[in-house]
């Protein structure tokens, strides 16, 4: 099990720090365990979907180390490391840019944590969060190193050695205050601004255990100390007059909360676990914050949090985010109800009896489908797209062509999921399943072998593989152990695992995923594709269901629900859910959604059937739960100027996914615009796209 830092090491710098340091921010096997047995039964019928691992065997695949190894930054480690998680700026390079841990950005930088409440600045094609140094708590002695602590589900925690001193940032997600721990260090607080005043004063020294900073910006930080601090000011910097051993809090005020912060400022978040349950149709996520000092904490819910918070108590204080509108809770304990997809193999409604025939003949014209590409996501989009057409003839009762089909799939897949000779190796160095050779080139590949996109690549390959498996339980159980560790790369549910990160891609707290794995960003993460994420939980929910596993099955299901609720609320835009604001909600759609901004792009081109398909494909049975009405609606006149514009030409194959959106709407018209389409995209067919409009709404 990853440990980063363990508290202990700092007791070597001096033994008085070894009643003094405070506990460490949080451990990896937080992220997917609670207290008690996990397996105990609820006496209420909710099952544990994190407690255990898919499998703990190690993957029977050759293995390889990766040319990128991790940096000092990452400290002290073992085992499998997280290569997407929200924080991962921290560790990558200088570890110098923006992590946005909402409703702060932080800069975790040599000698300090600098931390900015971001103004956001916009236009037609992008809106994005400005850092700006409002205010940094570092200290007195030099740093000589800064490592991850820390991490957990919610929270990773950056420490600063010292001789003799040292200070620790505990970041979790949905704080309200900016926290650092010292250890015998001696507290300097900075700004890039001026200030204007302190407790209303405008020279030292200042003596107490709250201070409020007024700044030249308008804005006023409250800092809250854990034991009497005497603060001198030259110019823009406060300096403390003797080391501290406790804490030093900052919380901007926006305006008239004052007494709120007061109220919560003793209770520190250290960390937070996540557990997950489900029972039926509907899933129990709690987030637990681990917290030291008196009260509840005050934590800050994001809007898609407060769509299915249970009874948590509010607090009358909001921040403005790149995400919308961030209102207070005060509780260690957040529960969430979140209903779960019922949607399975098919639509949930039959084919159109009068358009079945031309279905029907369409399969029997792609029947023979093979897969071309010899990289994991074309290839992935490529035999999906002929589980589909599996899928299909099962449907229209053509047992025939769906096993002549099944047995092409796994003719295909052979080579990708063998054990030893497979085009998949597993790394060593980080702990994950990348293509043979991908490690060692960070543009194969788009990246995949430094950890983009993996539940896009793998979300494909679990499909084909539950669609193949649905036809053919042999084939699961012969190959299960194979496909399980695609599902364990991508959705490791719990640290027991010690071959794979724990949800290499999923943010809890976020409700999405990332996408961009070991690269450097200035906007921090980012994720493009949110269709594909959702096919990347379905798939894993149906592996579930063929291989008759109904924890996986859930588990894809929460995984799927959460995705689906934070994508309609931070991917599409509809007049009344608008959270960026015109011009750029002019285009109804989110291309590129990153932590510190969103981009009405693609990272392989401008075209509006880009940017708008690439957050739709693939066409599946769940893409009725992701593409509403309601939104495409407003939606499609947008996307709809791909097809009169002149140059360049629409190419065929993204032709094929605007009819597809179209036919939300109007079926009919659709149906006479797909009969007409002459070329489809690697992961579509002419079946799957009438297939789709068949079974329309009507």
Known sequence: MPRLLPCAFLL????????????????????????????????????????????????????????????????????ALPTNSWWLDLVLGAGDNPVSVLPYLVKALPDRLSVCLPARVGTATFVASTFLDNLSLGAVEPMASRALAGYDALSATMRWQGAGAAMDAPLVRGMAYATMRYAAATPRITTQHAIVSVNGATDGPFVGARFEVALNNGQTWILYASTELTLDRAGDTLTARAPLTGSLRAALDPGGAAAILDDHAAAIPTGGAVRAEARGDQARITFAWQTEGDGAPLMLALPHHRDVLDGAPAAAIAYPTIKGEMTGVAAATWTMLEPLPTITWTAPRPIDPARQPAVVAALQADRDLTPVAADPYFFGKQVAAMG????????????????????RMDAALAPWLAP??????????????????????????FGQGYYNDHHFHYGYFLYAAAALAHGDPAWAAAHRDAVDTLARDIANPSAQDPWFAVMRNKDWF??????????????????????EAINAWYGLALWGLASDDARLYDLGRTLLATELRSVQAYWQITSDHDLYGPPFSEHKVVGVLWATKVDYATFFGGNVEYI?????????????????????????PVLATALTRPEPALAEAWRGYVVMAHAILDPDAAWTEA????????????????????????
Request: net charge negative; hydrophobic share 40%; glycine share 10%.
């Open 612 to 636: 708008h398909g690439i957050q739709m494909l693939p066409f599946t049975p769940i893409s009725e739960a992701l593409l509403r009405p309601a939104w495409i609606s407003e939606e499609y």
């Open 12 to 79: 070597a710098l001096a033994p008085a720090l070894a009643t003094t340091l405070p506990a460490c921010g949080g451990d990896p096997g937080d992220a997917g365990a609670d207290a008690g047995d996990p397996d105990a039964g609820d006496p209420d019928g909710w099952h544990d979907l994190l407690a255990t691992p898919i499998a703990t065997t190690a993957p029977a695949l050759r293995t390889a180390p990766h040319a990128l190894t991790p940096t000092p930054l990452w400290g002290d480690h073992d085992g």
């Open 388 to 407: 589909r057409l599996a899928l299909i003839a099962d449907e229209v009762d053509d047992a025939a062509t769906a096993t002549a089909i099944r047995g």
């Open 420 to 445: 030893d000779t497979a085009r998949l190796v597993y790394d060593t160095t980080w702990g994950g399943v990348v293509a043979d050779g991908a490690q060692l080139d960070p543009g194969a590949a």
């Open 675 to 698: 009969t007409a389409l002459t070329g489809f995209d690697d992961g579509n067919t002419a079946t799957n796209t009438l297939y789709w409009i068949a079974t329309r709404p009507r």
């Open 510 to 531: 976020a409700g999405h995923s990332w996408a961009a794995g070991l690269f450097e960003f200035g906007d921090s993460r980012n994720q493009e594709s949110s269709s």
